[in-house]
């Protein structure tokens, strides 16, 4: 089973930049989180100690400092870090029962300070006052053994669940920073892509491209070796098939000859008609099956030309013919293209259009990055469901299959292969009123096309 991709991740950058990100986001929250358990659990901890150390300095000289001292002592010893006062009251009544971290820190600093008691030091967290997601602060008060107390507060106390914000915003940057490296690596990874998407093009409308260069890295190399065997045996396949049916159409030549003296000996003239038309249609058969396969050996350069002067050409020696051919619109149209090919493609739409349809109405026009030729006939159509095998070599259909008309079935085949290998498409359509057409559609010059 295929597993499908969300619809906006059907892109190959798409994919990759979101899983670049979401591996950045992965490796990001976890060293987040290693940081958090590993470094701020320490920085508590040496915070803690600190405070400790001054707590116990403190204690130590304040009880044996003259209480009008004591003030200048506990400010000289709490330092940047630490605002501490000496008061005759604690400024804390008593460790909240609901602040688990601060009774925790409370019940460390008892088992670190000598000669305090757990009931001799409270804690309570606070938020500083500019704002609520920096750091909290750490407030103590410890009582000293003259039943007076130090109250302090650790300004920078690293609490846990502060710098949410700073991680959010520095995983969003990491993230987007990922996005043009990925961008830039995936430029790389695909190119190659590129090449063959083109190449792949390039041998749908010509087998006999050259092959494309077997370079690059490894894989790309060992692809591209892969798409030239490919290409290869394809061409080798079309060329046997073709010279196998070429042969096949020759040989055939023979023996129908023979079969056309022995058909004058039967008899029944009725039956003897019969027969002779029979074998002259075969014969027909036979030869444009050779000339079909003998244009399309001579291998005709693609150069570049104008469709209009080209279409023009065509529709007048088909009224110098007599044929009832009316040319429209031909704005010029530069295309590349092979002349002969492309010349005896529109022939056949045209012998069409006046065979089965009586008159012809030619149209060329330009669309933004292809030229689009129109063929018209006031004829009775093709049924919807036989449009598309009308092209199919030898398909005729019953109404048309008089000796009147003439022709084998091979126009619209001959038709399509060329449009085709000039990359080229060709569509019928019945019209609203009466009448087929045949729409041609070839690409621009990249020079001509705007
Ligand atoms: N303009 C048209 N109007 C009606 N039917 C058409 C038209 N063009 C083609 N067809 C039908 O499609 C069939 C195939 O056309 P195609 O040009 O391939 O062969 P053909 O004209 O019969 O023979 P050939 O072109 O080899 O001399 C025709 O026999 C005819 O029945
Ligand atoms: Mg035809």
Redesign the pocket.
Known sequence: MIRRWPRPLSSLYARAIAVLVLAVLVSHALSMALYHFEFVERLTETQEERLAEKLEAMKHLLESAPEDAREAIAHTIGGATIEAHWNRQNAIASTPDGDEFARSVAARLAERLTGVGADDIRVATGTSSDSATQPRLLLVSMRLSDGTWVNASSGVYHAPGGGLKSALVSTILMALAVVPVGIWLLRIAIRPLRVFSEAAERLGRDVHVPPIPESGPAEVAQTARTFNDMQKKIGKLLTDRTSMLAAVSHDLRTPLTRLRLRAELVDDLEQQGKIVADIVEMEEMVN?TLAFFRDDAVAEAVRPLDLASLVRTVVNEWTDMGHEVALLDCPPCAIEGRPVGLKRALV?LI???T???DRARVSLGRGPSEAILTVD?D????PQEKLEE?FEPF???ET?RSRAT????????LVRSVVRAHGGSVKLENLAGRG?RATLRLPLSPGGAA
């Open positions: 444009s056949n012998e069409n259009a065979k089965y349809g006939d004829g009775s159509g093709v009308v398909v005729r259909l048309s003439g022709g084998v079935g091979l126009g619209l085949a087929l």
